[in-house]
C-alpha cells in the first residue's frame, strides 16, 4: 500500500521554531498593520517622501518592515539571516533588493556586488540560489526597444554587448561555483529580451546540470504554452531547462498599461485561470524531472502540497536536485519550515541591502499583501494560533 503523504501547513509549532516569543510579537503587530489598506496606503505615500527630507525614520523602518522581510543591509547581515535558517535546513536566494538605478556606472559597480555574493554563497551549503533582475544591468528603455524589434543604433548596439557581457560575467561565476542564478521576470513588454538572455545563458551553462532558470509568470495567459516551447528549445538544442514558476508581480501595472495603449491585455482574466495554468505548470515540470529542474516560487498552499504530493507519488526523494520550493523572508513560515522539516529543498528569498535603497521592493511587499485576498487573515491566524499554544 502506499505510504501517505505526511506534509501539513497546519503545524505551527514547526512553522514558528525559528522565531522567539517577542519575534512572534512584532510579527503580529506588522500583520494586523498590513491588514489596514488604508495605513498601508498613507505608508507608502509617506515613508519615500520622509526619507527624502532625511527625516529620522530610518530606525523605526528598520526595526519593523525591513527585518520582517529583509535579511539585512549588508552580505555579512544576510549571511546571519542565513545562518539561522540554516538551522533548520532552510536555505536562502540572495537577492540584493536594491532597484536599478540608471546609468552606466550604475549598472557596471552592481556586477561586482553580485559576484561577491556568489562567491560567498560557494562557502555556504545553505545558499543554493542567487537572483537577479536583468533591468540591474541594462536600461529599461533599451529593452524596451528591443522587445518591441525596432532597429537599434550603432551606439545602442553596442550598449546592448555591454549588458550582456554584465550578466554573462556573473553568469559564469555562478557555473564556475555551481550556484543556481535565477533570472527574474520583468513587465511583459520588455521581456522577450530577457527570455532570450536566459535562453542563450541556458544553452551554454546548463549542459551538465542546471545553473541557470527562467522565470514564468502564470498571471499572463501566454506562459503555459511559452514554459511548453522552452522545453522543447532545450531538447532540440540539448541542453536542460530551468523554470522558476510564480504567479506574478506586476498586475495592475500591466492591466493599466494594456488599457491606456489599447491591446489586449496580457493578465489571466481571473485568479482561478492563474491558479489552473501555474498546477498545470507544476504537473509539466514535475513529468520531466530528468530533463528539466523546477523552482517552485509561490504562496499558495495547494501549489506546494501538489508538487510535493507529485514527487511522494513517483516515488522520488523529497529533497530531489531538480525540485526546489520558496517562499518570501517573513511569508508564509507554515509552508517553509513545515516543508523544510519533512525534508524538501526549500529557500527563502532574502533580499539585503541599505534600509533606503530596498524601500520600492518593501513598499511593493506591503502593496501586494493588502491585495492578497485573505493572505494577511492567514498569516495572522497562524501566528495568533501560535501565540496562544505559547501562552504569550
Not at 540560489?129 to 550603432?154: D, N
Not at 501549489?303 to 530531489?320: I, R, V
Not at 533580499?351 to 501586494?368: C, I, S, T
Amino acid at each position: 500500500m502506499e505510504k501517505q503523504l505526511s506534509l501539513s501547513f497546519e503545524n505551527t509549532t514547526i512553522a514558528f521554531e525559528s522565531k522567539t516569543d517577542k519575534a512572534l510579537k512584532k510579527a503580529d503587530f506588522l500583520f494586523s498593520s498590513i491588514g489596514k489598506p488604508w495605513l498601508v496606503k498613507l505608508g507608502t505615500t509617506v515613508t519615500p517622501l520622509a526619507l527624502k527630507l532625511g527625516l529620522p525614520i530610518k530606525g523605526l523602518i528598520r526595526n519593523t518592515i525591513f527585518s520582517q522581510f529583509c535579511g539585512g543591509e549588508s552580505l555579512q547581515e544576510a549571511a546571519q539571516t542565513a545562518t539561522t535558517l540554516g538551522k533548520f535546513h532552510v536555505g536562502v536566494v540572495l537577492d540584493y533588493g536594491v532597484e536599478a538605478m540608471e546609468g552606466e556606472e550604475n549598472y557596471d559597480h552592481a556586477v561586482p556586488e553580485f559576484i561577491r555574493a556568489i562567491e560567498y554563497a560557494a562557502g555556504n551549503h545553505n545558499i543554493p540560489f542567487i537572483a537577479i533582475k536583468v533591468t540591474g544591468f541594462a536600461r529599461f528603455s533599451l529593452l524596451e526597444k528591443i522587445h518591441s524589434k525596432e532597429t537599434l543604433t550603432p551606439e545602442e548596439v553596442a550598449e546592448y554587448g555591454r549588458v550582456r557581457s554584465r550578466i554573462q560575467s556573473i553568469a559564469a561565476t555562478a557555473a564556475k561555483h555551481k550556484i543556481g542564478l535565477l533570472i527574474d521576470a520583468e513587465e511583459s513588454w520588455i521581456q522577450q529580451p530577457v527570455d532570450d538572455l536566459a535562453d542563450e545563458l541556458m544553452a551554454q551553462f546548463n549542459k551538465q546540470e542546471v545553473i541557470i532558470y527562467n522565470t514564468f509568470q502564470m498571471y499572463r495567459h501566454d506562459r503555459l504554452a511559452f514554459l511548453k516551447a522552452s522545453f522543447e528549445k532545450a531538447q532540440q538544442q540539448g541542453y536542460l531547462l530551468g523554470a522558476k514558476l510564480v504567479r506574478g508581480a506586476y498586475m495592475e501595472k500591466e492591466r493599466k498599461r494594456a488599457e491606456e495603449m489599447g491591446y489586449e491585455s496580457p493578465i489571466q482574466p481571473n485568479k482561478e485561470a492563474t491558479d489552473r495554468d501555474y498546477d498545470a505548470a507544476v504537473r509539466f515540470c514535475m513529468a520531466r524531472l530528468d530533463k528539466l529542474a523546477v523552482f517552485v516560487g509561490t504562496h499558495n498552499e495547494q501549489s506546494n502540497m501538489l508538487a510535493a504530493s507529485l514527487l511522494h507519488q513517483q516515488e522520488l526523494p523529497h529533497n530531489h536536485a531538480h525540485v526546489s520550493f520558496s517562499q518570501l523572508l517573513g511569508m508564509s513560515d507554515n509552508i517553509t519550515f513545515n516543508l523544510a522539516h519533512d525534508g524538501y529543498r526549500v529557500s527563502k528569498y532574502l533580499p539585503y541591502g541599505p534600509v533606503k535603497d530596498v524601500m520600492p521592493y518593501l513598499l511593493r511587499r506591503a502593496q501586494e499583501n493588502t491585495s492578497i485576498s485573505g493572505q494577511m487573515g492567514r498569516e495572522l491566524g497562524l501566528i495568533r494560533r501560535e501565540r496562544k499554544r505559547r501562552g504569550i
